[in-house]
């Protein structure tokens, strides 16, 4: 495993924390382009009472203001969880060159699980995908937050 995979999927993981912190699913994520953070973003789904703001989308946005462009060539984006179909949709439709992923969503997953949508051939872009970076640490913060979400429904039950 790359070092530089590493450093920034810690990044992405801090941003899975915060939305941990707001009871959301943790999924973070972040864009690199010439080794620098430009776009930031974790899941607020439910803050934010938005189908839209997932981690992927969010750092997405906040990448193109900071480039001045839509596109997002020469960028690599590093999430925890496999991007969904709408994320890897936008990331192939943001130009970005590479996706570093940390663990695979075999339920919704579309960079290999269910679809691979970053890879598309007929697609008029695809882009470089890395899986399994930081994948141990990824997986069991999202085991965490689902154990806990079942234990505070089975409680909730039993009031």
């Known amino acids: 495993m790359n070092s530089v995979d590493e450093k920034f999927m810690k990044e992405a993981i801090k941003q899975a924390g915060k939305a941990y912190a707001l009871n959301e699913t943790p999924i973070g994520c972040v864009i690199v382009y010439e080794g620098r953070i430009i776009g930031r973003g974790y899941n607020r789904r439910n803050t934010d009472k938005n189908t839209l703001a997932h981690a992927e989308i969010t750092a997405i946005r906040k990448a193109s203001r900071k480039m001045g462009d839509w596109r997002l ?15 890897a949709g936008a990331i192939v439709q943001s130009r970005m060159d590479r996706v570093v992923v940390g663990c695979m969503n ?33 997986s069991s913060m999202m085991k965490s937050f689902f154990r806990e979400l079942r234990e505070a429904k089975k409680k909730k039950k039993n009031l």
């Open 106 to 138: 075999p339920k919704a997953g579309c960079a290999g699980s269910v679809l691979n949508v970053l890879q598309t051939e007929g697609f008029n872009h695809q882009t470089e995908l890395t899986t399994g970076v930081c994948g141990g640490e990824c």
């Open 73 to 87: 060539e020469g960028c690599t984006l590093y999430v925890t969880l496999e991007p969904c179909p709408m994320c």
